[in-house]
């Protein structure tokens, strides 16, 4: 070998080959299984809470934004905020409501006015007018149904069981809280002493 080189030869398959059908028809089936896997993680990807207004808004009357109830947010509040007072120690608090509040929306109103006049033989005329009144669709405000009124949870009666309730003073101070706090008379707050 004087001074030549040996140089590999590769063989290619050319660009009409069956090697490189076959080469195309793998990679499409690898991209449609993509696809396949893909749509169905999109499927199953949780919906954000930017979509809010596909959501009816009564439902969003009778919870909170962390999906608990109004009873639940507001024993849990009164609770805290009891078992602050001097002596009372661990509070627990149960609600009987009324009702859990109620929200009003804005909805676009439609009325439609339909009059029409009949004259018999006799020469008599007869005016009839028509309303109806729909209410359609609720109106949106930025990403949410626009709240016009927001009514509070009305309380109908309340249990208060504390570790201090035994102590006549702590029992005082715990009814006069509650009923200052939800504007109720004493008839209807019950403080009794944990066993």
Known sequence: MSGETVKEKKR???LGGSGNKI???LKSRWALA???VLGIILLMWPVSSSRQGTTKPEQSALSSGKGTSVKADMERELAGILSQIEGAGQVEVSLTLVSEGVNSYAVNTKEQKTSSEETD???GVRKTTDTN?????VVMGSQSPLLVEKKAPQVKGVLV???GAANPAVKEQITRAVETLLDLPATR???LPRE
């Open 12 to 14: 290619y398959l050319p």
């Open 23 to 25: 080469q195309t028809y």
């Open 34 to 36: 993509c696809l396949a």
């Open 121 to 123: 033989k006799d020469g």
């Open 133 to 137: 009144t729909s209410q359609d669709l």
């Open 161 to 163: 069981v504390a570790d």
């Open 189 to 191: 707050v019950l403080v």
